[in-house]
Nanobody
Framework: QLQLVESGGGLVQPGGSLRLSCAASGFTLDNYAIGWFRQAPGKEREGVSCITSGAGSPNFADSVKGRFTISRDNAKNTVYLQMNSLKAEDTAIYYC???????????????????WGQGTQVTVSS
């Protein structure tokens, strides 16, 4: 059974950092493009970042460029989202999701991803 599990969320002050993890079971993450999405209350789910299978440059939403990075640890079958210089507007539930090999032009569209985790809450507040 394919399963994605996010962890690492929590409460952090503005300017702080968090690292989210997306661990897979039942399949090999490196065979898929992995996206991170977030959804704030009353807002639509939006694409934050995507890392393609194997080599290739990741994608980032303009709102997080220069602050967030994405990486894989294939030995742990896990993808990470490192979030630095957090802002109040980063507050949301964060989800990871899997799709085919490449992020492609559809990377920021939730409907392009077939497998989803349950989400982890990130709250940025003083």
């Amino acid at each position: 059974q394919l399963q994605l599990v996010e962890s690492g969320g929590g409460l952090v002050q503005p300017g702080g950092s968090l690292r989210l993890s997306c661990a897979a079971s039942g399949f090999t993450l490196d065979n898929y493009a992995i996206g991170w999405f977030r959804q704030a209350p009353g807002k639509e789910r939006e694409g934050v970042s995507c890392i393609t299978s194997g080599a290739g440059s990741p994608n980032f939403a303009d709102s997080v460029k220069g602050r967030f990075t994405i990486s894989r640890d294939n030995a742990k079958n896990t993808v990470y989202l490192q979030m630095n210089s957090l802002k109040a507007e980063d507050t949301a539930i964060y989800y990871c999701a899997a799709k085919g090999l490449l992020c492609g032009s559809s990377w920021s569209f939730p409907g392009a991803f077939g497998y989803w985790g349950q989400g982890t809450q990130v709250t940025v507040s003083s």
